[in-house]
């Protein structure tokens, strides 16, 4: 932990002393320092630890990883990748690799420990999101209960969309960058790390425009309220706007961003950027914290500040037309809200010293039982859609051919099965329509899907039960195709030659 956050957290985790543990002998009444630890210590602990061992229990998803740490063992030894590989559909295509500095922490990661540090990796950066969103709440003047309470809130409504990911990386620059301009009147020096946080964020995550837009919104509020810190802000956008050129791309990370946004085939196609809607969690918690908020609002005797409603009205506004944005509303909120709350505590902050080591010592303890090299070491317990099977089948088959696989295990075949190209994989981005056309009659077994397969010169095609059942059903039948292996995710076809 660096100085100035420790400097944060002293607040938090050493309240002022309570007037009734002064010495009744000492005839200075000097104040006597709360016994340790206190029961602010627990509430400060909450939104770290309980994160952490959330994130310990659940299983990775492979589907925007495993091609992560592919691209990653290519970044360390020494090429960002700038061209398709990957697949036989659009080998050769430009691919701007945005995300390329994540890819390589995630790879650094995975040859030091395999799935099990990325785990460990992905809690680490859960926990420190959460510790960041805790000490924004405090820096806003909110109690370290309340602000224990609102962090928690947080992490409930974006619990969906916490995978590992760049977007990680992402959410704890964010969660960084929201403490530092929460803080700015009390430690106005901090603002300056923000165009260094821009730089690296810029080189993880498409959401780096979230970076000069938190500092926009700071300016703002600052210049109509006449706050001090607003020269110093003024710059500070212009600075973070010019960071996020500093990348191997330049510019084009913004047109990447424009296009990725606006690409109506991953609209229609993946769920996280349809809109927000309530027929899931992370919808359902969305509508239903603003309209907490909302109700609390209409309820205050005294008037909201416009402030205020600024944070809260641009963020519910950028999720509305994704789902993935609840994430940063998740974040924002709580530290909007906890500027309203009252500062002071009602009760004695110490609480039973005993109760509090009790407590502390249990959250610790079962983060330590829930760490990843306890479990088995197979890759299936602790990822999700990572087919290992199927993938070891096609990884045997000649090197160069050409293999159909399900678009979501397109990612685990690029890390598992690197000589066998794919039809489609994640990078949604790479792919033209006529492309997901064919690749939807394939999985469909649609009218021509024995041509497609002809004319891709497709070796392999690997099936989930789920989903492809006509499909299954067609190559069963034929006696172009062999049955290689099946397992309960799924069945492997190859083709056979006839000489």
Known sequence: MNPEMAHALRPALDPAPDPGHE??????????????????HVWAALPVAIPVVVSLATRMVAIDLAYHVRAGEQVLRGTIPRADTWTFTVAGNPWLDQQWGAQALLASAHRVGGFAAIALLRAGLIGLTFALVYLACRAKGATPRTSSLLSLGGFVVCLQTLAMR?????????????????????????????????????????????????????????????????????????????????????????????????????RDTITEWAPMSVSTFSGIAFFVTAAVIAGWFARRARPIPWGTLLWLGTFFALALPARRGVIWWALVAPVAVADLMPGREDRAPHGSRALNIGVLAALAGVVLVMLPWWRPHAEGSLLAEAPVGLARTTAALPAGSRVVVPQPWGSWFALASPDTPVFVDPRIELYPADVWNDYLTVRTAGAGWREILDRYDVEGVVADRRSWGPLIAELRDDPGWHLAYEDREGIVFVRIRTT
């Not at 009744?24 to 206190?38: L, N, Y």
């Not at 803080?183 to 260094?196: E, K």
């Not at 047109?255 to 991953?266: A, F, G, R």
């Open 166 to 266: 760049p977007q990680l990386f992402a959410v704890a620059l964010f969660a960084a960058s929201l403490w530092i301009v929460a803080s700015r009147h009390d430690h106005p020096a901090r603002l300056g790390a923000l165009p260094v946080l821009t730089i690296v964020w810029a080189n993880m995550h498409g959401s780096f425009v979230f970076a000069p837009l938190l500092v926009g919104l700071a300016l703002i509020e600052d210049v109509i309220g006449r706050g001090p810190q607003r020269k110093r802000l003024a710059l500070i956008v212009g600075l973070t706007a010019i960071a996020t050129l500093v990348n191997p791309f330049g510019v084009g990370v913004w047109v990447y961003v424009k296009d990725l946004s606006t690409n109506p085939v991953i």
């Open 23 to 40: 010495h009744q002998d000492d005839p200075s009444s000097e104040v006597r320092r709360p016994r340790r630890p206190t029961l602010d």
